[in-house]
């Protein structure tokens, strides 16, 4: 009886450390702003759809990059795979709209369908296409 005892107040254990451990991952996450999000990490492109069709994303651009700066500026990289030999860094303004449902890049707002610490999607609806990209963080 002792050795069930032992084993039940174990296992009891294991288990509430899991869950903590599980609980207070999901709990860093949603404590983070979206701007803390987008500027945590830099992102590269995962995937992008013209009018609900997969575009192809050659291997130049898989390398490319974005970073957003907490003071409101953004810098693209071509990596180093360019597709052009006069590819080069690109910066400008970036923000969020009050709602935090849309991205402002240089003046042009673009719907933020997801943003999480790792991968983002915005989505631009116009009357004659759509377009949608997701990012991931690295």
């Known amino acids: 009886m002792k050795n ?3 084993i039940f107040t174990v296992f009891l254990l294991v288990t509430i450390a899991l869950a903590v ?5 999901k709990k860093d996450e949603s404590n983070l702003t979206k701007k803390e999000m987008l500027t945590a990490k830099s992102w590269k492109i995962l ?3 013209t009018n609900g069709v997969a575009d192809v994303i050659e291997d130049c651009q898989k390398d490319d990059f974005i970073t ?4 409101g500026t953004y810098t693209t990289n071509p990596g ?3 597709c052009y030999s006069d590819d080069s860094a690109n ?5 969020l709209s009050s709602d935090e449902k849309y991205i402002i890049v240089d003046g042009a707002s673009t719907k933020l369908v997801e943003l999480s610490k790792s991968r983002f ?4 609806v116009e009357p004659d296409y759509t377009y949608e990209a997701t990012y991931v963080s690295f």
């Open 91 to 95: 910066s400008g303004t970036w923000s």
């Open 80 to 82: 180093t795979n360019k």
């Open 68 to 71: 957003f700066a907490t003071d």
């Open 47 to 49: 995937s992008s759809k």
């Open 121 to 124: 999607t915005i989505s631009v």
């Open 21 to 25: 451990t599980v609980t207070s991952c």
């Open 4 to 6: 069930l005892i032992r």
